[in-house]
């Protein structure tokens, strides 16, 4: 088995004098990128393929940066491999599907891959489709196999804009293409019909249960695939039920929900999708009518659907309490030592990617590292990335330069850990640090059992900074419960798993992770390990800022705040966590100074009475800085000027809206209490047709807008006033003031006339479309009037998107004859 990583360029040329040619020593030495640490082991002193030996390189002043180890596949570690998803409407289960096919097609010893989806919306359209991604798994996986396909997903495969013949050696690709991508549509239509087929089955059903009387109760039927925590309703025999293909009631939620069927209120529900694969590969035949399957391992890894129990009055703490559940489910039927999560929408992009990130855990120091987060790359985003989704600076510039300290910030999706580690125990060898900037160093000690045993009993010891514990079982029963229904009285949520109380709670599992000494690592792999969907439209894009934000500010105000970090926290990595819990604190300034251009208009004054010197030197000196700043983050990301100046932007956009909301929302929790929702972001899957961007120019109206919005006008009427008032300058004092009023005024009421209808006026439901060069606008009580107006795009502006006015417009578009 050879496992090889390839990392950033930055990170390998870390410890190598600047004329070291390393692309001429890759070729001479046929070696590869990567930033593992190069081990060669005594016994195995010559590395086999490339000829060289460690002592080729003692003499150097260099040495290489990867090596390809040989060890047995025995060795490999089980992986389990956890999706989140919540709702089939926002998270169409098409998406998911292709997430789902894009992981069972992964390359990894199939035998040692578990995958678990967590559907917390309990709803059977999920569960439906994700039987049906398993059938067609069945010969999309073998595809991938046979012509060894990237990416996996095949949504994106499909979609892919270059040669698929390219690199295909095999005669009968052509034909395999193209008999997959008939099935790949057939499976489409199956999927999007699945809604259908549930109503129509559930309407069958009912009416035969309706014939057959109230006597025979209906909700006795056996509940056979799932393993249901709470006896069947009584109550509900009268409603109309959603049915499973088997002719039982569905355990989760009804499409008409009623008590103990409803979303926040259903049993759980474990289900497999696939069965557990045989340890020895399954070779395919040639068979007639599917594709020629022969040599081709045919095996699909496990796959599990899990829906937990959810019930009124308990807090199901998001996402956090669904990969918990996850964590306990999973490790009753596979307990794989390595977790790899992944949000529904994000698939893998790179099927090596587990063996990458494997590398490190494998490696010499690798047993202390807790997780590896990837970068996480979008697609769909318009080309000019107007709301910063890439995020290029944070995930090529910030997350980089951590992992030369502790680790990368643990940020959601596309991260793999050791379960260990989410188990709550401390790393097996930690170092404590001291002196003002932790410059100092000292090996954490370690605990004799008895000393262990004595801690345990006294529990006053915050566990974050007692010394390691040698026999960290001791404790598990108080720890982690007694396999108990709920998490009550247990530590899970609180130390173990995924931590809660937090709607960011990838921050804060991650923080108490580097918190108890661990280390983390960044992978970047030369061709992205996944890639998933980012909200365009600004509206979507400032909710998810928002949410960031309250949960930075929420770490902010609880224990996880850095500066009640243990010593076991790098200096600068604390340095790291205090700039990620404070920074929407920042939008307080932003916004006083967006106000400023406006308040020197108005009063006729310069924000600072007399210009000296010590003004102008204080002034320098932060414009250098700040501009070294932005040089640096430039530099390092690799980003144009196009967007750093697409990012400045979006900062002071979400900066004086989502960031200054969540310092209020922030607060009102702590004060009042008030708690805060999740707002689920919408993952659209494009329809072929469809123009797909068309979703960048909706805008709906937000509350995040009133202060952005505020600042706007505040600063064209003073800006129009000044104006004005230096025009007017000739007339006696009152009348500038009324002249430029007045002056402002018109112009306003110019600007929003135009505008009025498209964007800013909340009670204009108008929805323009595109025909060639015509236009179609409708109101909401649905008139029509056509315009020639050319436009960017197919929807320019839907305040309150509305299917039904929408639609009559478009019938009756058919009916009118264009020019
Ligand atoms: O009650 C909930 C709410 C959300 N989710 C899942 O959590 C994931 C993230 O939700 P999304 O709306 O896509 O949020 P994003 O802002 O796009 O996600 C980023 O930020 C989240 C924290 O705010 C992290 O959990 C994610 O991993 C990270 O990718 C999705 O898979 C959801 O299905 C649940 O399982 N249960
Ligand atoms: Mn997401």
Redesign the pocket.
């Known amino acids: 088995m050879a496992l090889t990583t390839s990392n950033s360029k930055s990170m390998s040329l870390r410890n190598q004098p600047t004329d070291f040619d390393h692309q001429r020593w890759l070729f001479e030495t046929k070696g590869r990128y990567g930033i593992g640490n190069a081990y060669w082991q005594d016994e195995d002193n010559v590395n086999r393929e490339t000829g060289t030996s460690l002592a080729d390189f003692a003499d150097k002043p260099w040495k290489p940066l990867t090596a390809r180890l040989r060890f047995r596949p025995a060795f490999l570690a089980h992986t389990d491999v956890f999706?989140?998803?919540?709702?089939p409407e926002k998270?169409p289960p098409l998406v998911t599907a292709n997430t789902i096919l894009s992981i069972l097609a992964v390359e990894y010893p199939i035998e040692k891959v578990s995958i678990y989806i967590?559907d917390?919306g309990g709803a059977i359209l999920t569960f439906e489709a994700m039987a049906e991604a398993v059938i067609f798994g069945q010969i999309w996986v073998p595809f991938c196999r046979k012509h060894n396909i990237e990416p996996r997903n095949p949504e994106s495969y499909f979609t892919q804009k270059t040669d698929p013949t390219k690199n295909k050696k095999k005669p009968d690709f052509v034909k395999d293409h193209r008999w997959m991508k008939r099935e790949y549509d057939e499976f489409k239509v199956r999927i999007n019909g699945l809604p259908d087929v549930i109503k129509k089955r559930s309407e069958k059903y009912n009416y035969i249960e309706e014939m057959k009387g109230k006597s025979s109760g209906s909700g006795s039927g056996p509940v056979s695939v799932s393993h249901t925590l709470s006896l069947p309703a009584e109550t509900a025999q009268a409603t109309k039920a959603t049915w499973m293909a088997d002719g039982t009631h569905w355990p989760g939620t009804w499409m008409n929900p009623v008590a103990d069927h409803k979303k926040g209120d259903h049993a759980g529900i474990i289900q497999l999708m696939s069965k557990i694969p045989e340890n020895e590969p399954i070779m395919g035949k040639d068979d007639e009518g599917k594709l020629d399957f022969t040599d081709v391992d045919i095996r699909l890894p496990m796959f599990a659907y899990v829906s937990r129990e959810k019930r009124p009055g308990f807090d199901?703490e998001?996402?956090a309490?669904?990969m918990n559940s996850l964590v306990r489910a999973s490790a009753i039927l596979s307990n794989g030592p390595f977790i790899l999560?992944l949000?529904?929408?994000?698939y893998i992009y790179n099927s090596m990617a587990i063996r990458e990130g494997m590398c490190f855990m494998m490696d010499r120091g690798g047993d202390r590292v807790c997780f590896i987060q990837f970068p996480?790359r979008f697609e769909g985003i318009d080309p000019s990335d107007r709301y910063a989704n890439h995020n290029t600076v944070f995930f090529d510039g910030n997350m980089r330069a951590l992992d030369g300290l502790q680790g990368p910030v643990y940020?959601?999706?596309g991260c793999m850990f050791r379960r260990y580690a989410l188990y709550g125990f401390s790393p097996p060898r930690a170092v404590e640090y001291s002196g003002i900037v932790g410059h100092k160093k000292k090996q954490a000690s370690t605990l004799s059992p008895s000393q262990s045993l004595q801690i345990v009993q006294e529990q006053d010891d915050d566990p974050e900074t007692s010394p390691n514990e040698k026999h960290p079982d001791l404790n598990l029963p108080k720890k982690f419960g007694n396999s108990d229904m709920y998490e009550d009285n247990t530590e899970w949520g609180e130390r173990i798993g995924w931590i809660y109380g937090s709607?960011?709670?990838?921050v804060v599992t991650g923080y108490r992770m580097h918190n108890r000494g661990w280390r983390s690592i960044y992978c970047i792999t030369k061709r992205d390990a996944f890639r998933?969907t980012?909200p365009i439209n600004l509206t979507d894009r400032l909710h998810?800022v928002l949410?960031?934000a309250t949960?930075s500010v929420e770490i902010f105000f609880s224990r996880n705040n850095a500066f009640l970090a243990s010593s076991r926290l790098k200096f600068l990595q604390r340095i790291a966590y205090l700039n990620v819990g404070m920074y929407p604190f920042t939008s307080i300034f932003l916004v006083a100074y967006l106000f400023l251009p406006a308040l020197c208009m108005f009063t006729g004054q310069f924000i600072v009475p007399n210009i000296d010197a010590t003004f102008l030197t204080y002034l320098l000196i932060m414009t250098i800085t700040h501009a070294l700043i932005s040089l640096l983050e430039v530099k390092w990301s690799g980003i144009a000027l196009e967007e750093w100046w697409r990012n400045e932007q979006f900062w002071a956009i979400g900066g004086s809206s989502a960031h200054l909301a969540a310092v209020i929302q922030g607060i009102l929790k702590i004060t009042a209490g008030i708690e805060i929702a999740?707002?689920?972001?919408s993952?659209s899957a494009a329809e072929d047709d469809e123009d797909i961007y068309a979703d960048l120019h909706v805008v709906k109206w937000t509350s995040l807008f009133v202060v952005p919005l505020t600042i706007c006008i505040t600063n064209i009427v003073a800006l129009i006033m000044g104006t004005a008032r230096t025009l007017f300058s000739v007339l006696p004092q009152w009348n500038k003031l009324v002249g430029g009023a007045f002056f402002s005024f018109w112009v306003l009421a110019h600007i929003f006339n135009k505008r009025s209808h498209s964007i800013l006026s909340s009670n204009s439901r108008r929805i323009i479309e595109r025909h060639g060069e015509n236009c179609l606008v409708t109101d909401s009580d649905c008139k029509l009037s056509v315009q020639v107006q050319p436009t960017s795009s197919n929807l320019v502006t839907a305040m309150k998107p509305d299917s039904t006015v929408l639609q009559e417009a478009k019938n009756q578009i058919n009916e009118w004859s264009w020019k």
């Open positions: 999706i989140s998803t919540a709702d998270e967590s917390d199901h998001k996402k309490g669904a999560n949000d529904c929408d994000h996480q940020v959601g999706t709607i960011t709670e990838d998933g980012a998810q949410r960031w949960g999740f707002t689920l972001t993952k």
